[in-house]
């Protein structure tokens, strides 16, 4: 919790606001409407700001917004007031409540890594399974453990704790000094398995692909021509699936079956 705590002043100004993230936060956006209709209910683990229950919202689609940051939430709060559409309470996706959140959902949605912050998906899919209606949709954005942009950047710059720490299963993340925690790398077959019988999965593709992840952003956005050219080139293969390993995210989708 206290991780996140951390990152919450900033993580808009880090990522959210960003060039990179705003294009590939359209991208999803743009998905998250063929997906779901207004007056659906979806239900969103790891909100994080609350750009996606924005959205959504926005879009007079139902969000119950979750989070396990008291300060995430809060930014959320604020952000979202006005909107009827959007509810935000707090979720520990580790410690998973036993009476709670009881609505039938039409979707879920996980964007952007939330999903990475557990080792152990087989829990949570038994628990969406008695929340999520029959033919529902699970939408995630996890990210991947060979992600080709980090493997091949800090090669060249000679850092290969760096380079090769997705391909361990699990690194610490600690944005500061106070603060750490356990990110896991699951493939795309191990959240397959994790969460049948009762999903199927529908979708894969790759998200970021040709774009780089977050600590690289700064560096490549001082670069318009060539990050207009490697944005071009991520929407161009955004549907080849068999390269969805490879990208900064996985976009995946299940079925409630």
Known sequence: MATFDALAPTYDDDFTHSLIGTHLRERVHRRLLELWAPRDHVLELGC????????????R????????????????EGKTAG???????PLDLNNLPTGQF???YDGVLSNF????????????AQWLSSRVKSGGTLAFAIMSPYCIWETLWHSV???????TRRWKNNATFAPDSNTAITVSY???????????????????QPLGLFLP????????????????LLKSADDTLANASQLAIFADHYWIEFKRV
């Not at 689609?61 to 959320?76: E, F, G, K, L, N």
């Open 213 to 228: 992840p977050s600590d690289v952003y700064p560096v490549i956005e001082k670069h318009a021509r060539l990050l207009k």
């Open 83 to 89: 909107i009827e559409h959007v509810s935000v309470k």
């Open 61 to 76: 689609i139902t969000v119950t917004a979750t989070d396990v940051s008291p300060h995430m939430r809060q930014i959320v």
């Open 113 to 124: 890594g939330a999903l990475n912050c557990i080792d152990d998906w087989q829990p949570l």
């Open 186 to 204: 699951p493939s795309i077959r191990l959240i397959t398995q994790d969460f049948a019988p009762h999903f199927e999965r529908v979708c894969v």
């Open 157 to 163: 710059h000679l850092d290969l704790k760096t380079a």
């Open 102 to 104: 009881q609505q039938a």
């Open 48 to 59: 994080g700001t609350g750009e996606d229950a924005h959205f959504l919202g926005t879009a």
